[in-house]
């Protein structure tokens, strides 16, 4: 997947936060806190996934930053397709009855694919927005607060809804982990209640 540049992250030095926002700040603050000689280790988190982000820190900021925006294209596997616009060919497994509704639409089954998945990469339904939404904060969760005093506990608070019981919970928790877990929990309830 080619990295976007653009996408909101957050970066942490153990339990302390570095930088929340879009990727490449978040890179350069953990880029400036690791040539500080970071105290912790460094752990930038995709916040809409929860998911730990791979950045190449070798070079100048300059050069960090041309791979975080284009790296992908070189791991990608020449073929058929269009590359030199990101369109890379690669294998589809459907069922008949798919490939006979594809057949069926007018712009090709290329066309068609690349504009579900737009449509779902924009969201979807409110339903998959929420459920993205809460395993994103159970990641995060878990990376971060994994290893401290009432995280099983407070897990439960989260998955089962209980606002007051999850920020009970949570209250002895280092404030930068406490505070960033508590707004990814905030986004993932207002998203099931919008959901319902």
């Known amino acids: 997947m080619r990295p976007d540049a653009n996408r909101p992250c957050t970066a942490f030095d153990h ?3 570095l930088a929340s926002g879009p990727l490449a700040e978040v890179a350069l603050a953990a880029r400036r806190a690791l040539d500080a000689g970071a105290a912790g280790s460094l752990l930038v988190l995709d916040d809409a996934s929860g998911l730990p982000v791979e950045i190449d820190f070798r070079g100048t900021p300059d050069e960090m930053l041309a791979r975080l925006q284009g790296a992908s294209l070189e791991t990608i596997p020449r073929g058929p397709g269009r590359p030199k616009l990101g369109v890379v060919s690669r ?3 459907l069922l008949p009855r798919h490939w006979d509704w594809l057949a069926q639409q007018p ?3 290329s066309a068609v694919l690349r504009r579900l998945v737009e449509q779902a990469a924009r ?6 927005r929420a459920r993205q939404a809460a395993e994103a904060a159970d990641r995060s969760m878990r990376v971060l607060a994994g290893d401290l005093a009432g995280y099983e506990e407070a897990a439960r608070a989260f998955w089962r809804g209980e606002r007051a019981g999850f920020i009970r919970l949570t209250d002895h928790w280092p404030a930068d982990v406490r505070d960033h877990l508590r707004r990814l929990a905030a986004l993932a309830w207002d998203a099931q209640a919008e959901a319902d």
Do not use: I, P, S, Y
């Not at 969201?123 to 998959?128: E, Q």
């Open 15 to 17: 339990h302390r936060l």
């Open 91 to 93: 294998e589809v497994t």
């Open 107 to 109: 712009d090709g089954a």
């Open 123 to 128: 969201g979807g339904d409110a339903k998959g």
